[in-house]
């Protein structure tokens, strides 16, 4: 089964471009067949965007698992954040840097797996866990997280509950304050602060 954490070109077929409204502007993303929620932002996606608390000015972001972009893109657009952008899959890669200059976000990108390639520490990271990478996978990029942000910095991620929101909680507060910003519907918001 083709996941979108694989890459294969033989995907890309149907460029198409996604629109969205959100925080009073208007965006647009290009995406393509092979990437994840190819045909529309994901419903996951808005509901973390629309719990995360204002983020500090000038402070700097990680978009972990980043897709096409509309995560860091939205947040550098609202909050003037400093964007960082990574994904195992390039081509998911390619369309986030696309995406940026689509909606006038300086971003920097880097193709890693999880922390594979990324030395440097952040004030925030946001991540929608690829969850049929599995579990240990996920794990992983919370205790990875752990050690990327500076002091008091903060992870935000999105989960449903059938997708393991609870045992996500257990394991983040083995590594973080832990806040459940939103729950409704079976899916939770969740912020993690570094202790």
């Not at 529309?40 to 972990?64: C, E, F, G, H, M």
């Not at 030395?119 to 990327?148: C, R, W």
Request: glycine share 6%.
């Amino acid at each position: 089964m083709n996941h979108y954490f694989i890459e294969n070109p033989k995907l890309l077929t149907d460029e198409r471009v996604l629109e969205l409204n959100i925080f009073d502007r208007h965006y647009k993303f290009l995406s393509n067949n092979g990437l994840f929620s190819c045909d529309k932002v994901d419903d996951a996606s808005i509901t973390l965007l629309q719990n995360i608390p204002p983020l500090p000015r000038d402070s700097t972001l990680l978009d972990l698992g980043c897709g096409y972009g509309t995560l860091g893109i939205v947040l550098a657009k609202t909050y003037g954040v400093a964007l960082t952008m990574a994904d195992i899959n390039s081509i998911a890669l390619d369309y986030a840097a696309k995406n940026a200059k689509l909606n006038g976000v300086t971003a920097t990108t880097i193709h890693s797996n999880s922390f594979e390639n990324i030395s440097a520490t952040f004030d925030n990271i946001v991540l929608n866990p690829p969850i049929h990478a599995g579990k240990d996978v996920m794990y992983n990029m919370y205790e990875q997280s752990a050690a990327h942000l500076h002091s008091g910095g903060r992870l935000f991620i999105v989960i449903q509950k059938k997708h393991g929101a609870e045992s996500t909680i257990a394991k983040l507060k083995t590594l973080f304050r832990v806040e459940v910003l939103y729950k409704k519907k079976g899916c939770y918001v969740v912020q993690a602060e570094v202790m």
